[in-house]
């Protein structure tokens, strides 16, 4: 099966959004793209380059885009900047 991803931003987000987004099913995915990208040489975890999203079982539209409407509005109602 395939994936849908979304809510793409900078930076990590903490374990506990990642636990209201697993109530619907959903993983977070804090990661690191490669390089760096603040000019202070990082050799490989440049905080710079700190990426979040979320990941679900693609399931279709519209689907998919009320999966992520629910998610992202119950994020923002925590306090999350998503």
Same mark, same amino acid.
């Given at each position: =099966?395939?994936?849908?991803?979304?809510?793409?931003?900078?930076?990590?987000?903490?374990?506990?959004?990642?636990?209201?987004?697993?109530?619907?099913?959903?993983?977070?995915?804090?990661?690191?793209?490669?390089?760096?990208?603040?000019?202070?040489?990082?050799?490989?975890?440049?905080?710079?380059?700190?990426?979040?999203?979320? @990941?679900?079982?693609?399931?279709?539209?519209?689907?998919?885009?009320?999966?992520?409407?629910?998610? =992202?509005? @119950?994020?923002?109602?925590?306090?999350?900047?998503?």
């Amino acid at each position: =099966m395939s994936e849908f991803h979304f809510g793409v931003g900078k930076g990590f987000l903490p374990r506990s959004a990642g636990r209201i987004a697993a109530k619907y099913g959903v993983g977070l995915v804090n990661f690191y793209e490669p390089g760096c990208s603040c000019g202070g040489n990082c050799s490989q975890y440049c905080p710079a380059n700190k990426r979040h999203w979320f @990941e679900a079982d693609a399931r279709g539209f519209p689907q998919d885009d009320q999966l992520a409407t629910r998610v =992202m509005n @119950e994020l923002r109602e925590a306090g999350f900047d998503v």
